[in-house]
């Protein structure tokens, strides 16, 4: 499969008056040509502010991307994007929904214009044909009365529909990326199914590639082909689907998978949470961040960070316990 | 709309009633009359007449009565320091001048004002955003008399561009003499570039931090069509929300504009009218500003929906 998109040793800050946030420290990954990649993560991990360097949004002064960061879009660099290539990039070839499609749409602007104007910035077509698109991707999405629906305002759809209006924004040029950052979150439970199946159902007809943001690894499990898994700004482990679900091996991971909830979970106790916090990313622990609150804490973790484990076909984690000598260690962690 | 509207009006007359109310009996709250200074030196019998003349000699309910009576058919008496004019010839002379001399110094302020606002805005941090925030500040700091005199001096004195004083009258009132207005308008429309760059400025930079901006940018839009489709727009509720209390600045603040250029304005006669306790001229005034400002203030309501759509004005319900 083709590399559409190399993400390596990404790094960014935030320049506060406090200090300078990390908010992501070192990340690679890469998207390949009609896969879903899903980035899980609790909040403030730094799963977003990876989107939004993927976009371009990242923004001086107070956003940085440090030196050092390689983004390549289908082998090019696109720390070298000039203002054309990024208004071509942006829309044209890779496009975004963010979690709150309220915040996310214009409060007054029609939402057959917010379309459109997506489709004549990039595409030189008439008006008339490109409302003609709007129309028809509002169709698509499942609108109801496509029509007249084009001259609504965001505040006259419910939630589910304004969600739906983002990814008919986010489709309108048929981009090859799609980067969806928690697209359901705000949704209730059934929405979120029916969104989901949608841009999936979407990728398909379109072969775009996904990036799937959540903190919920309930809904990623059978949309992603490869899971990253973040932490305090780094990729503590990265898989296959299959091997995240099935073989996870760092602590963290295991620590996610215990905290989905269960229908069938027979006890009638609290749900299992990870206690603790994170670490403060403007003085980031030297060790490894996860563990003040690993059950399986080592002297080692807390001196230096653990480099990245190969645990065999593409999945790796980034754990002292994988190395050679604590491995007994890592075989009683069930 | 319709009932909205009726509503809005029957309102109106409401405001309108208690604030001719509350003028009226906080001047009879005053120790005593416009009269008092001029006739000290009169015989009786010629005082007496006076008071008759103006019906102050009358009960202070019945003076009301007849004042509000006034009022209702619009008939706002005759003044007393001026004699033998009435508040509406008075008027009727000298709202033109002032009007004109206010929509122009607005159109020009405003405009100005946000243009600036977009420019310091769209360039925040750099000189231009630092060059436009501190001359705002100079303006506004600026009492405009001191404008006045300057333009004045430089422009029509040395310069001798314009004519150093005078107002367009007759035929030219309204659209004609622009020589003789320029000066006034600029003299008075720089503390409305001051206060309108820094609020556009403001909240356009609040706008700016708003998601649907990522969005639009994440659309690959330039950042000229972001600007002023996306931005501008929703960054117009605080400078609709400062219109009303523009007008109210531009009709008391033309007062010191009108003596410096000897614009034949109200400008003046309101602060004369207040100082000399001329009662009936007050009163008119008084409630041709507040109507003014009224109708401002339900324009202003009307805008709000035309911007944002998220506003809406209830027809009658509540």
């Known amino acids: ?334 | 709309m319709l009932s909205y509207s009726i509503r809005r009006f029957a309102e109106m007359i409401l405001t309108l009633f208690i604030i001719a109310t509350a003028t009226f009996f906080l001047l009879a709250a005053v120790p005593g009359d416009p009269l008092t200074e001029r006739v000290e030196k009169l015989p009786p019998q010629i005082r007496q007449n006076l008071y008759e003349k103006y019906g102050l000699n009358k009960p202070l309910l019945e003076r009301y009565v007849i004042t509000m009576r006034g009022l209702a058919v619009g008939n706002f008496g005759e003044s007393i320091v001026y004699p033998g004019q009435t508040v509406q010839s008075i008027l009727q002379e000298k709202l033109p001048a002032s009007a004109r001399l206010g929509i122009q110094q607005m159109v020009l302020g405003i405009g100005i004002g946000m243009i600036l606002g977009i420019i310091a805005a769209m360039k925040k941090n750099t000189w231009l955003d630092y060059g436009i925030i501190t001359l705002a500040i100079l303006f506004i700091s600026i009492p405009h008399l001191i404008f006045g005199l300057l333009l004045q001096k430089i422009f029509a004195g040395e310069l001798g561009w314009f004519p150093v004083i005078g107002w367009p009258k007759g035929k030219d009132l309204w659209t004609g003499g622009w020589q003789y207005t320029i000066l006034p308008t600029l003299a008075g429309c720089f503390s409305y570039i001051a206060a309108y760059s820094r609020l556009l400025k403001t909240s356009m930079l609040d706008v700016v931090n708003q998601e649907y901006i990522l969005t639009a940018e994440s659309k690959g839009l330039s950042k000229m069509h972001i600007v002023l489709k996306h931005v501008l727009r929703n960054s117009l509720i605080p400078v609709i929300t400062n219109l009303p209390m523009s007008i109210a600045m531009c009709i008391t603040g033309s007062f010191f504009i009108e003596r410096i250029f000897s614009i034949p304005g109200v400008g003046m006669y309101y602060v004369l009218s207040v100082n000399e306790r001329d009662l009936p001229l007050i009163m008119g005034q008084t409630v041709i500003l507040s109507i003014i400002y009224i109708v401002v203030i339900f324009i202003t309501d009307i805008l709000y929906t035309v911007v944002d759509p998220r506003i809406s004005i209830q027809g009658g319900r509540r």
């Open chain 1, 1 to 334: 499969m083709k590399k559409l998109l190399e993400v390596r040793n990404l790094h960014v800050s935030y320049h506060t008056y406090a200090g300078e946030v990390q908010s992501v420290r070192g990340v690679s990954f890469d998207v390949h040509d009609g896969e879903t990649l899903a980035i899980v993560g609790e909040s403030g991990c730094g799963k977003s502010v990876t989107a939004r360097s993927i976009m371009g949004l990242i923004k001086a002064p107070f956003g940085e991307i440090k030196t050092g960061s390689e983004l390549r879009y289908c082998g090019e660099d696109m720390r070298a994007f000039d203002a054309k290539k990024w208004a071509h990039y942006r829309g044209g070839e890779a496009s975004i929904i963010f979690q709150d499609a309220l915040a996310a749409l214009n409060p007054t602007m029609k939402i057959g214009k917010q379309i459109t104007e997506n489709i004549t910035v990039h595409e030189h077509i008439k008006k008339k044909e490109a409302n003609e698109r709007a129309e028809s991707l509002l169709h698509q999405v499942g609108i109801p009365d496509a029509k007249q629906k084009m001259n609504s305002y965001p505040h006259q759809l419910s939630g589910g529909m304004r969600q739906r209006v983002m990814i008919a924004i986010a489709f309108a040029c048929n981009p090859k990326l799609l980067i969806a950052d928690e697209p359901t979150t705000a949704l209730d439970v059934t929405i979120q199914a029916q969104i989901l199946d949608m841009i999936r159902s979407l990728q398909r007809e379109k072969n775009t590639s996904v990036i799937l943001i959540t903190h919920d690894l309930g809904i990623v499990a059978n949309i992603a082909t490869r899971i990253l898994i973040m932490y305090s700004g780094k990729v503590v482990e990265k898989g296959t689907s299959e091997e995240i679900f099935y073989h996870p091996v760092h602590p963290y991971t295991k620590a996610l998978l215990r905290a989905i909830p269960k229908l069938t979970d027979p006890s009638k106790g609290p749900l299992y949470s990870i206690s603790g916090h994170p670490p403060d990313l403007i003085d980031p622990p030297q060790g490894c961040p996860f563990a003040a609150r690993c059950p399986h804490c080592m002297n080692v973790c807390v001196e230096a960070h653990p480099e990245d484990f190969d645990c065999g076909a593409g999945h790796t984690a980034a754990c002292w316990l994988l190395h050679p000598l604590a491995r007994h260690i890592g075989s009683e962690v069930e």
